[in-house]
Nanobody
Framework: QVQLVESGGGLVQAGASLRLSCTAS????????MGWFRQAPGKEREFVAR????????YYSDSVKGRFTISRDNAKNTSYLQMSSLKPEDTAVYYC???????????????WGQGTQVTVSS
């Protein structure tokens, strides 16, 4: 069982930066891919980014590529999502997730955090 706790959300203006953190309880943290997803009101949850267990491989959705950076610190059991050049359309609840496989679908991640709200004003 992996428990995940996100932090770092908030209200920012367009063009600003924000960093989200996700801390895991499991000692097997390194064995899991870490992913970030988001869900805006009335929309389905969508993939944002994911990173391999050792941190060497990262993947991004086209909508955030070049603006967001996913990373992890296995010594701290923590994954990060650095968000830059934020746009109003980035407004959503952001969730971190952990899973054993390299997949971009929410169904491939069995463990989820509670979510943190990110609101970008224009």
């Amino acid at each position: 069982q992996v428990q995940l706790v996100e932090s770092g959300g908030g209200l920012v203006q367009a063009g600003a930066s924000l960093r989200l953190s996700c801390t895991a309880s499991a000692q097997t943290f390194r064995a899991h891919y870490m992913g970030w997803f988001r869900q805006a009101p009335g929309k389905e949850r969508e993939f944002v980014a994911r990173i391999s267990g050792g941190g060497l491989h990262t993947y991004y959705s086209d909508s955030v590529k070049g603006r967001f950076t996913i990373s992890r610190d296995n010594a701290k059991n923590t994954s990060y999502l650095q968000m830059s050049s934020l746009k109003p359309e980035d407004t959503a609840v952001y969730y971190c997730a952990a899973g054993p496989y390299n997949g971009g679908r929410a169904s491939e991640f069995p463990y989820w955090g509670q979510g943190t709200q990110v609101t970008v004003s224009s």
